[in-house]
């Protein structure tokens, strides 16, 4: 059966791993190399470089990024933040990454999650959602609206009905992120993540929220999610990805447990 | 080891160069990208990587003329180790796309994974062993690999499989025959596990070249 992931992302800016809020306040965090490969002993079972260089000259740096994380962590490597055409996602595969993630540029260009699953495959197409709740009136159902641009612009566009329409696209997977729950350490999205979920094929990566191992295990049970992101929990050391991966395994929840691999 | 052994890793435009180059070389080997014949020479082993579509792989192996060097070099006896689509097109044919004809030196075709809960099989699976292999010497049995695939060999001769994984249906997800051996799991992705898989790989090809020498 196939494992359930835990993975770390890593927010990249001008080729460091930072941590901010929303943006703001970056600090320095270390070498994205170094903490991929850190994670990777750690039992991560994949990690996620998102890169948040906001200027043009981001291309060269990130793709020195990839190809010295791809060298040092061997676990698969999924890459985010800035694509916006076949060649530049070539440019990032080539570099070692295994998966491209779209955001901002699958919600202005659809076409595009269509052009690079041709070329590179579904499996490589990973479609980022962030999403935030709209007011629910009496009696309807909730609904979410897809948010870009790091959750500053809103756009008229239904979540679950946009997932829907990414996969249809060509997309081999959706990293969902609640804008609502991100960085408040007050749990997933649940009920964002089982809507989706219920709604598409491919694996949903649960991301936005979390806590503790506990959410973790909630996501996936509860939200059917495939896999877990989590980024300030893991940085800041409050669990390791081995607590997490126990509370899963307690919950009954496959997993792979690193330690139990090579004697 | 006192000499490091060489291993030509072949580049025929579809794979992921890096990680597997990384990862031989994080055991110990001495690699080189091999992108024509030429580059063969002076290896111990050949690993063929591969993502993609089988037909096109093998038009690419062909327009690089790198087909019969790796059909003479597994006929010789020589090591060699297929990885992903590399394993597959080790077989004689592939259904992928309509069916292709592949390079035959292990008897068998490659199918579509029927009766699998989701496709492409993509994520860490556990892999159980069939006998006992040096190729898994110090790994769990049931450890996890990481899968990227749609199809799957199916072994004529069933004493080549070494281990087995379940997606919907059991497949072979190792074989050996002599010093040939192939992998439908990416080792280069699979941490601490696939790493040993890729040294016990260097171990065997440096045992051979010891027995020789």
Not at chain 2, 183 to 195: D, I, V
Request: aromatic share 6%; with cysteine; proline share 4%.
């Amino acid at each position: 059966m196939l494992a359930r992931r835990v993975i770390p992302c890593l927010d990249v800016d001008k080729g460091r791993v930072v941590k901010g809020t929303k943006f703001l306040n970056l600090t320095d965090e270390g070498d994205p190399a170094e903490l991929a490969e850190r994670y990777a002993h750690e039992g991560a079972d994949e990690i996620v470089l998102l890169d948040i260089t906001a200027a043009h000259e981001r291309r060269g740096t990130m793709l020195e990024v990839v190809r010295r994380t791809a060298s040092r962590a061997f676990v698969p490597l999924t890459v985010g933040g800035g694509v916006r055409s076949v060649e530049e996602m070539r440019d990032v595969l080539r570099a070692g990454a295994d998966k491209v993630s779209f955001n901002t540029a699958a919600v202005a260009e659809p076409p595009l999650l269509t052009a690079c699953a041709v070329r590179f495959g579904s499996q490589a197409v990973v479609c980022a959602i962030d999403a935030r709740r709209l007011p629910r009136a009496d009696g309807s159902e909730q609904r979410w609206e897809v948010v870009t641009h790091g959750g500053r612009r809103a756009t008229d566009l239904d979540a679950v009905e946009w997932a829907t329409r990414a996969v249809a696209l060509g997309a081999g997977e959706l990293l969902v992120t609640s804008m609502d729950r991100d960085g408040t350490r007050s749990g997933f999205d649940t009920e964002l993540l089982a809507a989706i979920a219920s709604r598409v094929r491919v694996p949903v990566i649960a991301s936005g929220g979390a806590a503790g191992p506990a959410d973790f295990v909630t996501a996936v049970r509860d939200g059917k999610a495939d896999a877990v992101l989590a980024a300030s929990i893991f940085h800041r050391r409050m669990f390791s990805i081995a607590d997490v991966k126990a509370a899963m395994a307690a919950a009954g929840l496959p997993v792979r447990h690193i330690e139990e691999q090579v004697t | 080891m006192s000499v490091a052994i060489r291993v030509a890793v072949l580049d025929y435009g579809a794979a992921n160069m890096v990680s597997i180059t990384k990862a031989l070389a994080a055991v110990g080997a001495d690699v080189v990208v091999a992108a024509e014949p030429s580059a063969m020479a002076n290896v111990d082993a050949i690993v063929v990587p591969g993502v993609g579509a089988a037909g096109s792989a093998m038009d690419h192996l062909r327009e690089r003329g790198l087909l019969e060097p790796i059909r003479d070099w597994i006929r010789n006896g020589l090591p060699c180790l297929g990885i992903c689509l590399g394993f597959q097109i080790l077989f004689a044919s592939s259904d992928e796309g309509g069916g292709v004809e592949t390079l035959g030196v292990l008897e068998g075709r490659t199918v579509a994974l029927q009766d699998a809960p989701t496709l492409p099989h993509i994520g860490w699976n556990s892999v159980e062993a069939a006998r006992p292999h040096p190729l898994f010497d110090g790994v769990v049995d049931g450890s996890y690999f990481y899968f990227v695939h749609s199809f799957a060999p199916e072994p004529a001769d069933e004493g080549v499989v070494v281990a087995r994984t379940t997606h919907g249906r059991t497949f072979a997800s190792a074989v050996a025959k002599g010093s040939l051996f192939g992998l439908q799991f990416h080792p280069e992705k699979s941490s601490e596990a696939g790493l040993r898989v890729l040294s016990n790989f260097v171990g065997l090809v440096a045992a051979r070249a010891a027995e020789a020498a």
